[in-house]
């Protein structure tokens, strides 16, 4: 069973910085992209990062182009987001996603999703 476990989320105040983790289990993950999808209450799903499996390249979203940086340990299957500049507008649940059906990693189409982690930015 594909397991993804997201950690690291909280309560910070602007300006501050996160950094979310997400372990992988039930396989080896070297050899799949990875990314980090967020939603927020009231809002559609919306794409954060990507990274493929060797760690480049790399893809943002529009809102958090210079401010996040995905990265992956793969001898430790994981995956990080380093989130920086926090905003009130990154609160949201974040979700860590693996094996991409699409192309288009943007897209939410993505074969296993973990079950999330609070991000909470205060202003």
């Known amino acids: 069973q594909v397991q993804l476990v997201e950690s690291g989320g909280g309560l910070v105040q602007a300006g501050g910085s996160l950094r979310l983790s997400c372990a992988a289990s039930?396989?080896?993950?070297?050899?799949?992209?990875m990314g980090w999808f967020r939603q927020a209450p009231g809002k559609e799903r919306e794409f954060v990062a990507a990274i493929s499996w060797n760690g480049s390249p790399t893809y943002y979203g529009d809102s958090v182009k210079g401010r996040f940086t995905i990265s992956r340990d793969n001898a430790k299957n994981t995956v990080y987001l380093q989130m920086n500049r926090l905003k009130p507008d990154d609160t949201a649940v974040y979700y860590c996603v693996s094996d991409p059906r699409s192309s288009s990693w943007s897209s939410p189409y993505y074969d296993y999703w973990g079950q999330g982690t609070q991000v909470t930015v205060s202003s």
């Open positions: 039930g396989r080896t993950y070297s050899s799949y992209a």
